[in-house]
């Protein structure tokens, strides 16, 4: 696989993480699709309300149950956690590098 494919395979996989995370959302805290995807650069609790502190310990333990990960302390200190592009890609490196 040359780097391109490589390349191309990363985003890919980045996206169908990211697919998941918004299927969770939406079907487990009745967040919109389309209220994610336009902000998925925004915050997805705390600024914008839309989860709670429970909400958010729900949303890890279901991650981390589909994806058989485990979020560290520096995960949680990573403001890119509580960003659906980070948190896809966070769960990307963990996933790959297992």
Not at 39 to 55: E, T
Request: glycine share 6%.
């Amino acid at each position: 696989m040359n780097t391109c494919d490589k390349v191309m395979a990363s985003c890919e996989k980045n996206n169908e993480i990211k697919q998941n995370i918004v299927s969770i959302l939406h079907a487990r805290f009745g967040l919109t699709k389309e209220q994610l995807l336009l902000n998925s650069a925004g915050h997805f609790w705390g600024v914008n309300g839309w989860l709670n502190a429970r909400d958010m310990v729900y949303l890890v333990w279901i991650l981390e149950s589909e994806y058989n990960i485990s979020f560290t302390k520096e995960d949680f200190d990573n403001p890119s956690l509580f960003v659906l592009d980070g948190l896809s890609q966070i769960i990307k490196q963990k996933i790959t590098s297992a």
